[in-house]
């Protein structure tokens, strides 16, 4: 089976650092995806691991620890619009379809 | 490039009707994923279809069921609703071989179940 955890709700202050994780068990791996989903509308794309260490993208970055299980989302220099659900998920193996955390409410305060 | 599009946006169906909600992916790909997303079960995956063939399925009953057409256009249709159907519906699409087969959402169709 699948399990994926991420804690569910965090708040930051505008301009800091966050850094929201995300631990998975699954029979096998084949990738680890990062979504972002502002209340009422689509998930978008953030960032894909499949190999070990830090992928970054401007503000956002996304490591990934196969060993451990473990990914985490870095989003540098926080901005209000930030404030959102933050998806973690795996990709099945063998196959294209995604597993989903219950995902991270982050809330951006002044 | 257009994104993923889905009819309609919003649906409101009482218990026992069925639904029939429409998915356009973007130009190009030919699978379609449908996810099912609640407050308390997050995002949840129904099922694949890619060259008109349903390729992977969830763990949904029977009454869920979707095809897809020459286009890539895809359907999914729920029979005998039930209040638990209320939820928001979401079609991705991707294209194999393409930027790692990273899935691109539409803006979903918000059900309704009275």
């Known amino acids: 089976g699948q399990n994926i955890d991420q804690p569910t709700e965090m708040t930051a202050t505008e301009g800091a650092i966050v850094q929201i994780n995300c631990t998975y068990q699954?029979?096998?791996?084949?990738?680890l995806f990062w979504y972002q989903q502002h209340a009422g509308e689509a998930p978008t794309f953030l960032s894909y691991n499949v190999l070990d260490g830090l992928e970054e993208k401007g503000r956002f970055s996304s490591f990934l620890s196969r060993s451990k299980g473990y990914s985490y989302l870095l989003l540098k220099e926080l901005q209000m619009k930030d404030s959102a659900s933050y998806l973690c998920?795996?990709?099945?193996?063998?196959?294209?379809?995604?597993?989903f955390g219950t995902g991270t409410r982050l809330t951006v305060i002044p | 490039k257009a994104g993923v599009t889905q009819t309609p946006r919003y649906l409101i169906k009482t218990r026992g009707q069925q639904v029939t909600l429409s998915c356009s992916p973007i130009?190009?790909?030919?699978?379609v994923s449908w996810y099912q997303q609640t407050p308390g079960q997050g995002l949840q995956f129904l099922f694949e279809?890619?060259?008109?063939?349903?390729?992977n399925k969830g763990n949904f009953p029977g009454r869920f069921s979707g095809r897809q057409f020459s286009n890539s256009r895809s359907e999914m249709n729920v029979s005998t609703l039930e209040l638990g159907d209320s939820a928001l519906y979401l079609c991705?699409?991707?294209?194999?071989?393409?930027?790692?087969?990273?899935?691109?959402f539409g803006p979903g169709t918000r059900l309704l179940v009275l």
């Open positions: 991705a699409s991707s294209s194999p071989g393409t930027n790692k087969e990273t899935q691109y």
């Open positions: 130009s190009g790909h030919r699978s």
């Open positions: 998920a795996v990709r099945d193996p063998g196959a294209n379809n995604l597993f």
């Open positions: 279809y890619f060259s008109e063939t349903q390729r």
């Open positions: 699954t029979s096998g791996f084949n990738g």
